[in-house]
């Protein structure tokens, strides 16, 4: 019996099993937070050819059933089917490329000269075995042991309520876990050959989640997952997030969400590298300031109203079981600090990341994610703003969008004469959608051909199959399939020119408040999951980077869970990010008058001013 | 419709309601962890006349059934009736006379120059609403206001999940409640005009269990209740109770019976008095150590085997939740310091409600419960010894025995000529049982007129119906009622021989170890859930106390109670005991070799050494 994956791999498939554990068995991992128990409804599949026997159909509706959606726990094949799986139901985890694009962290943590110190430290004791001279009682005779190498620690009840029976398993001899930052006994284990101990970065992306498995004894990154931040059904933004949050049970539906997105991830991580759960110790999170309240279950409503207070910026360090996080129930989780309601701890990670504020020369930082963060400064000041650039660069609110992964479509050539497009593909596979790298490469590249004009409109007037009206207006074909075509409509195309008309006009005002120019800027750093790799030349001429020499231009990528790496590893590094929250000055853009018109004149290609962008002026000219 | 108390009240009954709900309205309270849901099997009373509908008859055995014993929650009466109400069911709360009882502690706390300051402090804050310009986040909004107050807190996740809208709601304006101990922030509440806080006090005894429910704000106790320990029906004494736990879920076994016992008195204490048990903000628990680990759930076995240590003397201040008390779940639980595995918290009490620490003069503190611990001491030193006495001063272990509370005899006179008794019953009203003040007066009168000899033997040559068989051999009839009988045993009278011989011989034995005699002593307090006012001629006559001047005596009652009430009410009298616990030197007499010996000379009335008992000797020849 055969599963055929549409525009994807096929495998043999054993009969009597549902396809959840089917495609599980060939590391294709679905979302499932009730894992795989047919209550959660998340891992929906799509049945396109063959039968499946349904044990249920849960809470899908009838509409649903009707396009051949099943559940993937409740389905059993009975002979060769084609599926297809909605990248909403895809986790991706194991994915090679990913885990070798995090080999350099480990000598960015060297870099800052930081030891290994993650949240859980340890230390050795022997205490002497009690006599009836010595006669204090076992948490006395610790605490000696412990204050003679100089620390005073708290003892939770949870530790305190197997104490004798521990230290004596192991012979008064034993590592003693504690939690330096509140000074907390966690736990006591016996003492090994050769320590393993295990913990997760984890980005929380407005669009995407992102996780880590960590070695914390040699940094190693082992595997990496990501998902779709599942807030997305509840709206695209932070903004409509917040409003969501403060309608009724609405806080308590967003926190399950990203949550569970991350059980869901954490479970194929550790099965897939036989790693016990209950042996996850410690977790670092960063996120925008809105990601993190909703992480933490706090209510972010006053973050959206004037003056944009949030709960905390300084998040102290709580556990596991208070974040919900299905691994040691006790393992601290440190949240990396936020500077204001709209400048995160993913920015403080990304400076720490770039080490931008360790310089003499002046660097501007640009995240360009689902909201747009701009940075700017050098060792001695950083100021920061943001800037809404909305989804689209990892695939949110457009047609054919997806997150940079297997399948996605990451660069795109198109031939002006043709007018036909050649693309690369992440993993060589057939395309599923189009990742950020590849909508500025299309649209640019649709710029240059003159198939859209400087506004961004699709002409009507050329002589191509690929321009054809679809349900959205005008669309550019980019790649037709057996069972699904991609395309980049109009509609897409406007958001795209927000979006970076957005990033553009936020880095050039914050520019201007603090009396710098573009050209002044000796080192841009571009962070976000738009992709790995996007080519500098066209996100100039597309007028989201500012046209200024190409090489002093970094591509960082997620530079969120990088800090968030650099956290989980060392206590030094948790230190660097709070004085780098502190150093960090907020500017609120929104409340500045000239804002709406820098915005307004970025919403051209590449701009209305043309002598902004010297270098694209020519090409253009010369082109035509 | 009637029901009728045997040997008792007697009210009228709604119908249609069962016996547990007739009773509670009616202020008779039953012990029913369960809350009257028929799941326990707690609430056995016997019916003697008249019929009950009975929905369930739970985990009740044939025989049990056949005797008539029933739950009172599942039965249903119908129509007048008689019952019975074993001891073991029944809950002491709402005993005017143990509240009036209460009345000096307050004084006590005074004469000690302490503040009253509960568990968890507050501070008044009003801080400064955030604007543009002053907009740092909540969390660091609050910090900053308690910094400015000299103080440092820790912030649990608990504590901050609510934070945005508790501070908006009380308009910044708002008493932070906190627990010094922990530095730990608690909650946020509206200022209130007249405040009202309520904490429990607690005495955990090897036999009885007692609560107060007290006013934080004026330390007023509000009431009283008291229930057997329900750990008994897994042995009488700490030894047999540490072997219970020893085996398989024994240990969580007689966790529950005992934080279930102390539930089972919160309910009707804050029921009766409108109190809402969330309301209940701070626990102080005071007992023996085994009490205070079993309490807990620590494991004890380590108290019990060479060298005797137990996991904890000093206990963190931990949480209501982490103990299962059911109030409000954070509410801190200090348990009152103990010394060594066998002198605990409740010997710690016992000395700061005496105040035998802060005079010059030579005192001895005993307790005479179901361990016999002593104290000597001035206010430069401090030594402690233990010996086992059993649980008969309290009612365990003797035949009619039962606590100090209504029903019981207090005190006995034996006509010499008639061998006939007369008796006084607590609350006035027909004899349930005896308790041991009662004990100590029957064991003595019986000596004094020749009813047992000095070997405690009953004799079985005179002219009178009180002496006859029963099933344990010779008895003494002290009352004859409808229903049933009050008797003291051949049995009995060993057992109480045994106790009064440990007591006197451990006080003895600590006081050669010292180099004092009994007549060097100034000051003797004597502590103990016996009875309230025990005739102290009489317990020197039986050999209990030392034959010394009678005005050195000092009756303190519970004295376990007192600590506990003093340490929830002051932190000045936490750190008081503290200190008391570290001053006291323990001593370790079971390993004495000559323990045995003084303890043998003890069991006789008075004791084998006539010339240690003077008066008794003269006043013996006397008499005959």
Redesign the interface.
């Known amino acids: 019996m055969k599963i055929h994956i549409a525009d994807g791999e096929s495998f043999e498939a054993e009969e009597g099993k549902n396809l959840y554990e089917l495609l599980k068995k060939n590391k294709i991992y679905l979302t499932a937070s009730c894992g795989g128990k047919g209550s959660c409804g998340k891992c929906r599949v799509i049945v396109k050819e063959g039968t499946v026997r349904v044990e249920s159909y849960g809470k899908l509706t009838t509409a649903e059933r009707e396009q051949g959606i099943v559940l993937a726990c409740q389905s059993f094949p009975e002979g060769d089917i084609t599926i297809e799986i909605p990248i909403e139901s895809m986790l991706t985890v194991g994915d090679k490329i990913a885990v070798s694009r995090t080999r350099d962290l480990f000598e960015l943590l060297k870099s800052y000269k930081a030891d290994i110190s993650p949240l859980i430290s340890r230390i050795r004791l022997t205490l002497p075995v009690?006599?009836?001279d010595d006669?204090?009682?076992?948490?006395?005779r610790l605490k000696r042991g412990i204050e003679e190498k100089g620390l005073v620690l708290?003892?939770?009840?949870?530790f305190?309520?197997?104490?004798?029976?521990s230290l004596?398993e192991h012979d008064w001899n034993f590592i003693l876990c504690y939690q330096k930052e509140?000074n907390t006994a966690l736990s006591i284990e016996p003492p090994v050959e050769k320590p393993c101990y295990h913990g997760i970065a984890v980005d929380i992306g407005t669009t995407t989640v992102v996780v880590y498995l960590v070695d914390l004894c040699d940094g190693r990154v082992i595997d990496v997952g990501s998902t779709y931040n599942s807030q997305m059904r509840y709206g695209d933004d932070v903004i409509t997030r917040i409003v969501h949050a403060t309608e009724g049970g609405g806080l308590k539906e967003l926190r399950h969400a990203v949550v569970n997105d991350i059980n869901d991830l954490i479970r194929p991580l550790t099965e897939s590298h036989g790693i016990d759960p209950e042996g996850i110790e410690s977790v670092v999170v960063s996120g925008n300031t809105t990601m993190v309240h909703l992480f933490?279950?706090?209510?972010p409503?006053?973050i959206r109203e004037?003056?944009?207070?949030?709960?905390?910026?300084?998040?102290?360090v709580?556990?596991a079981r208070?974040a919900g996080i299905k691994i040691r129930r006790d393992a601290p989780v440190y949240s990396v600090p936020?500077v204001?309601s709209y400048v995160g701890g993913d920015i403080v990670s990304g400076v720490i990341a770039t080490k931008m504020h360790t310089r003499e020369e002046l660097s501007l930082f640009m995240d360009i994610g689902t909201n747009g963060e701009i940075v700017i400064g050098n060792k001695d000041w950083l100021m920061t703003a943001a800037c809404s650039a909305g989804p689209c660069f990892e695939g949110g609110g457009i047609k054919n969008g997806m997150r940079a992964t297997n399948g996605a479509i990451e660069s795109v050539r198109i031939d002006p004469e043709t007018l036909e497009p050649e693309f690369k593909v992440i993993g060589d596979v057939s395309p599923i959608g189009i990742c950020g790298s590849g909508m500025i490469d299309a649209i640019t590249e649709m710029f240059l051909a003159g198939i859209v004009d400087q506004k961004g409109r699709i002409r009507d007037d050329l002589k191509t199959d690929r321009i054809r009206e679809g349900e959205d207006g005008l669309e550019y074909l980019l790649y037709s399939g057996e069972t699904h075509d991609i395309v980049l409509t109009q509609v897409d195309i406007e958001n795209l020119i927000r979006a970076k008309g957005a990033i553009y006009a936020g880095a050039s005002l914050l520019l201007k408040e603090v009396g710098f120019t573009f050209d002044m800027i000796e080192r841009v750093y571009i962070a976000g999951g738009f992709g790995n790799y996007i080519d500098v030349e066209k996100a100039v001429i597309m007028g989201m980077l500012p046209d200024i020499p190409r090489d002093r231009f970094r591509f960082m990528g997620n530079t969120s869970i990088a800090g968030a790496y650099l956290c989980l590893m060392s206590e030094e590094m948790r230190r660097e990010a709070e004085r780098v929250a502190s150093m960090m000055t907020y500017m609120?853009l929104s409340?500045k008058g000239t804002f709406m018109d820098e915005f307004m004149s970025a919403l051209f290609l590449p701009h209305t001013e043309m002598e902004q962008f010297p270098s694209v002026k020519e090409l253009v000219f010369k082109e035509r």
Chains 1, 2 share one sequence.
Do not use: K, M
């Open positions: 009690p006599t009836l006669n204090i009682s076992d948490l006395e708290e003892y939770p009840y949870h305190v309520s197997n104490l004798s029976d004596r509140s933490w279950g706090l209510n409503a006053y004037e003056p944009y207070i949030p709960t905390a910026n300084r998040f102290p709580w556990q208070d936020c204001a609120e409340t």
